[in-house]
T-cell receptor, first 115, second 113 residues
Framework: DTGVSQNPRHKITKRGQNVTFRCDPISEHNRLYWYRQTLGQGPEFLTYFQNEAQLEKSRLLSDRFSAERPKGSFSTLEIQRTEQGDSAMYLC?????????????FGPGTRLLVL | RKEVEQDPGPFNVPEGATVAFNCTYSNSASQSFFWYRQDCRKEPKLLMSVYSSGNEDGRFTAQLNRASQYISLLIRDSKLSDSATYLCVVLSRGSSNTGKLIFGQGTTLQVKP
């Protein structure tokens, strides 16, 4: 499968715990995005990487959130001291600069439930 | 006010019907527009881009009215497999190089036999 992959697909955690999600983009895609989607809403932009550089972060990304993309390949999104409001689907998307900017390929998402 | 607004529906239509979805955006400087489709509990997938002159892809027609800041999607001859949530998407002008997409909340379509 050459699409975007995300792990884990589901995560249940208790409030206050730390969680980390992983995204593996399509191999030739140098641009990677994280979005968050809550029930009944469209995805909301969280952050953007071009290769290993994190070039944009949303105000939604509080200081409890950190994202990395070492070596410009896979990316991780960590949430520290989780809160119930963090419960959502976390989506990763990637694209290559050769494609039209709006064509982003999404992974299946990681569904987080904070109890 | 949300930057991209859609009627969430649901739209319940019989097979073969024609259905239209509308969307408005607030940033007049927005440059590019798209419709994404999202099946239940799946990831969004690009359905089609929206061009100023209007564009068609099979049973799907997208139109853009920049003066009214309005985007539409028309689906003709609805199929059961068209049942999904349709997301109106705008490329944020301030980040045209970033490629940050601004999504509406989506319109749910249910096509009935």
């Amino acid at each position: 499968d050459t699409g975007v992959s995300q792990n884990p697909r589901h995560k249940i955690t208790k409030r206050g715990q730390n969680v980390t999600f992983r995204c593996d983009p399509i191999s030739e895609h140098n641009r990677l995005y994280w979005y968050r989607q809550t029930l009944g809403q469209g995805p909301e932009f969280l952050t953007y990487f071009q290769n290993e550089a994190q070039l944009e972060k949303s105000r939604l990304l509080s200081d409890r959130f950190s994202a990395e993309r070492p070596k410009g390949s896979f990316s991780t999104l960590e949430i520290q001291r989780t809160e119930q409001g963090d419960s959502a689907m976390y989506l990763c998307a990637s694209r290559t600069e050769q494609w039209r900017v709006g064509t982003q390929y999404f992974g299946p998402g990681t569904r987080l439930l904070v109890l | 006010r949300k930057e991209v607004e859609q009627d969430p529906g649901p739209f319940n239509v019989p097979e073969g019907a024609t259905v239209a979805f509308n969307c408005t955006y607030s940033n007049s400087a927005s440059q590019s527009f798209f419709w994404y489709r999202q099946d239940c509990r799946k990831e969004p997938k690009l359905l089609m881009s929206v061009y100023s002159s209007g564009n068609e892809d099979g049973r799907f027609t997208a139109q853009l009215n920049r003066a009214s800041q309005y985007i539409s999607l028309l689906i003709r001859d609805s199929k059961l497999s068209d049942s999904a949530t349709y997301l109106c998407v705008v490329l944020s002008r301030g980040s045209s190089n970033t490629g940050k997409l601004i999504f509406g909340q989506g319109t749910t379509l249910q096509v009935k036999p």
